[in-house]
């Protein structure tokens, strides 16, 4: 009977996992106040996964904008996890010295 509880729980600790946020492809300047909100509604849930896979584009606005994500997420006791990160937002990240602070996961090998 307990085995069923904690299946139970857990099933319902995943169901209750938000969708990731998905960055979008152009993420530059002009798509910031859509993701902006995106990513305000994300922290209500104490956890943020983002997707950034499919970044083709960005720039330091977005970086900047991901890095008080960070910040905010830290103030509140708040995790934060990637589903997957695109070449360009690596590069982009750790030029500005941004990789670590953004827990981007380690790129692998070409």
């Not at 995943?14 to 979008?24: E, F, H, M, S, T």
């Not at 995106?38 to 997707?51: F, K, M, N």
Request: charged share 25%; with cysteine.
């Amino acid at each position: 009977m307990a085995g069923k509880q904690a299946a139970k729980r857990d099933g319902e600790r995943q169901a209750a996992a938000p969708a990731p946020v998905v960055l979008p492809a152009d993420c530059r300047m002009a798509a910031q106040a859509a993701l902006q909100a995106e990513l305000l509604e994300a922290l209500q849930g104490g956890g943020v996964t983002l997707d950034g896979s499919g970044v083709e584009r960005v720039d330091t606005a977005a970086l900047q904008l991901l890095v008080l994500l960070r910040r905010e997420l830290d103030r509140r006791g708040g995790t934060l996890a990637w589903r997957g990160t695109s070449e360009a937002l690596n590069d982009a990240a750790g030029l500005l010295g941004l990789a670590r602070i953004l827990e981007l996961p380690a790129a692998g090998p070409a």
